[in-house]
């Protein structure tokens, strides 16, 4: 099993950058693939970033490519989404996700309990 606890969703502004975290336990996942995903009320989960993390290749939506950064920490086991140029639509609960092979797009495994980002206009 893979735990996987989020942090640093808050309310912030239009313009603002912001940091989220992903602390990862239980198994070891030097070959898995972890992502971020987010999702609004009534839509449906949306898929964000990827790395691969043991090689360290990156995916993203087309939304955030260039405004978002996914990042991990081996020594800390922890996954980071580096957020710029918050946007309102950015507004969503993300969660942390991962498993441990296949594309970075589709099902995952695992998931966090998700935070809260929330973008003021």
């Known amino acids: 099993q893979v735990q996987l606890v989020e942090s640093g969703g808050r309310l912030v502004q239009a313009g603002d950058s912001l940091t989220l975290s992903c602390a990862v336990s239980?198994?070891?996942?030097?070959?898995?693939?972890m992502a971020w995903f987010r999702q609004t009320p009534g839509k449906e989960r949306e898929f964000v970033a990827a790395?691969?993390?043991?090689?360290?290749?990156?995916g993203y939506t087309n939304s955030v490519k260039g405004r978002f950064t996914i990042s991990r920490d081996n020594a800390k086991n922890t996954v980071f989404l580096q957020m710029n140029s918050l946007k309102p639509e950015d507004t969503a609960v993300y969660y942390c996700?991962?498993?441990?092979?296949?594309?970075?797009?589709?099902?995952?495994?695992?998931w966090g309990q998700g935070t809260q980002v929330t973008v003021s206009s």
């Open positions: 996700a991962a498993k441990p092979s296949g594309l970075m797009y589709g099902r995952y495994d695992y």
């Open positions: 239980g198994r070891t996942v030097s070959t898995y693939i």
């Open positions: 790395i691969t993390w043991s090689v360290g290749s990156t």
